[in-house]
C-alpha cells in the first residue's frame, strides 16, 4: 500500500518538473490604466453609466447607511458589534472622522463625477451608439447625479454643486451662510 502512494507521488512530481510551463500565463492587459479617450467610445460610454450605479451597492448594500441613517430609530438600535454605538447616542465622535461619514461622502462624490463625465461626453455622437440609447443613459446620470446630491445635502447640509466633469484636482471653499 505504501508503495503504491509513493510511486504516485514520484509520479505526480515527475509531470510537474516535466511540463511544459506556460510562458504567456501572466501576460495581461491592465484595464485599471484607462484613458479618457475611452468614455468617447460605446463601450466605454456605457461603462461609464454602469459605474454610476455602484454608489447605490455601496451606500444601500452595506452597513454604511444603515449606520448613518437608522440607528437611533425603532428599526435598528445600537447594534450586537459595539463598534458604532457612539452613532446611536449622538455623542461628540460623530464627526467627519468617522468611517461611514467618510464613505458615504467620497462614494458620492466619486460617482457624481462620473454622471458628469457621462452628461458631458454625451454632448456629441458617439460612433455606434444609437442617439435614442444615448439620451436615455444621460438620463440615468442625471437621474443618479440628483439623487447622490440629494442623499448629501440631507447628511452634510450644504455641500458644493458640481455639474461638469472634473479631470484634475480641484479645492473649493464652502461658504456657510
Given at each position: ?173 464652502l461658504v456657510l451662510p
Open positions: 500500500m505504501k508503495k503504491v502512494h509513493v510511486i504516485k507521488l514520484i509520479s505526480f512530481a515527475m509531470v510537474l518538473f516535466l511540463a511544459p510551463a506556460c510562458e504567456d500565463l501572466l501576460d495581461e492587459v491592465p484595464v485599471t490604466q484607462v484613458s479618457g479617450l475611452y468614455l468617447d467610445t460605446k463601450s466605454g460610454f456605457e461603462d461609464a453609466v454602469k459605474a454610476t450605479y455602484t454608489t447605490l451597492r455601496d451606500y444601500y448594500g452595506r452597513e454604511t447607511a444603515m449606520t448613518m441613517t437608522v440607528f437611533g430609530t425603532d428599526t435598528y438600535t445600537m447594534g450586537a458589534d459595539g463598534s458604532y454605538k457612539f452613532v446611536n447616542q449622538y455623542t461628540s465622535q460623530m464627526d467627519g472622522r468617522l468611517g461611514p461619514t467618510n464613505d458615504i461622502w467620497n462614494f458620492f462624490y466619486r460617482a457624481i463625477n462620473t454622471a458628469n463625465a457621462v452628461i458631458d461626453r454625451a454632448t456629441v455622437t458617439i460612433p455606434g451608439l444609437d442617439p435614442n440609447i444615448q439620451k436615455i443613459r444621460v438620463a440615468e446620470a442625471k437621474f443618479l447625479r440628483a439623487h447622490d446630491y440629494f442623499i448629501l445635502v440631507q447628511m452634510f447640509g450644504p455641500i458644493h454643486l458640481t455639474l461638469k466633469e472634473n479631470k484634475e484636482v480641484q479645492k473649493q471653499q
